[in-house]
């Protein structure tokens, strides 16, 4: 299975940029998704296809990569961003999503 | 609007099949480019996708759970169901349905999540 690999957790301050990473096991080409999860929320669709923002998001969400590297941008966070953020592959099967970054504001 | 929400038995215990239901609204499962998937999450842990359903009646599977693994369809009715066979406490967590792009495979809408746990 491809291994999506995502650092555990990070902290930063309201109006910061903020980079998500997402690294793949393998190539996974520009199939990389992106969701945002709230605690006691079910997750909801961010970015698709790498760089594409979903219908409704607001465009401080940026996405981009290819290959096996991928990088969420908030930019600037707001309070409101606290949340996990899953990257999900769909070039490999099975379909795999990272272990989650926990994003949280000083 | 598309909505989606799931039901389920809530507790069963070890050896038992668990079902599931999706009840879908806002799309037609017998349209093209369409899909439904199930994904579960335990508790505190991350997403793990289980199966896709598409408009064909085409059925795709994680390979890791497939032989346990039934999903299924109602057009008629705008349900999918997905049946899980000889549960463990493993299977224990919160199991989401979600329209899915069958040709990407990404999930754009979710249903809210049904809680079961598996307990003797």
């Known amino acids: 299975d491809t291994v999506l690999t995502q650092s555990p957790a990070l902290t930063v301050s309201p109006g910061e940029r903020v980079t998500i990473s997402c690294r793949a096991s393998?190539?996974?080409?520009?199939?990389m998704h992106w969701y945002q999860q709230k605690p006691g929320q079910q997750p909801t669709l961010l970015i698709y296809?790498?760089?594409n923002l979903e219908s409704g998001v607001p465009a401080r969400f940026s996405g981009s990569g290819s290959g096996t590297d991928f990088t969420l941008t908030i930019d600037p966070v707001e309070a409101d961003d606290t949340a996990t953020y899953y990257c999900?592959?769909?070039?490999?099967?099975?379909?795999?999503f990272g272990g989650g970054t926990k994003l949280e504001l000083k | 609007q598309v909505t989606l929400k799931e039901s389920g038995p809530g507790i069963l215990q070890p050896s038992q099949t668990l079902s599931l239901t999706c009840s879908f609204s806002?799309?037609?499962?017998?349209?093209?480019?369409?899909?439904v998937g199930w994904i579960r999450q335990p508790s505190g842990k991350g997403l793990e996708w289980l199966a896709t359903?598409?408009?064909?009646?085409?059925?795709h599977y994680n390979p890791s759970l497939k032989s346990r693994l039934t999903i299924s369809k109602d057009t008629s009715n705008n349900q999918v169901f997905l049946k899980i066979t000889s549960v463990d406490t493993a299977d224990t967590g919160t199991y989401y349905c979600?329209?899915?792009?069958?040709?990407?495979?990404?999930?754009?809408?979710w249903g809210q999540g049904v809680m079961v746990t598996v307990s003797s």
């Open positions: 979600a329209h899915s792009d069958p040709g990407y495979n990404y999930f754009d809408y």
């Open positions: 806002g799309f037609l499962l017998s349209a093209s480019s369409v899909g």
């Open positions: 359903i598409g408009w064909k009646d085409v059925k």
């Open positions: 393998e190539s996974v080409s520009t199939l």
């Open positions: 296809l790498a760089s």
């Open positions: 999900q592959q769909s070039w490999n099967d099975p379909w795999t």
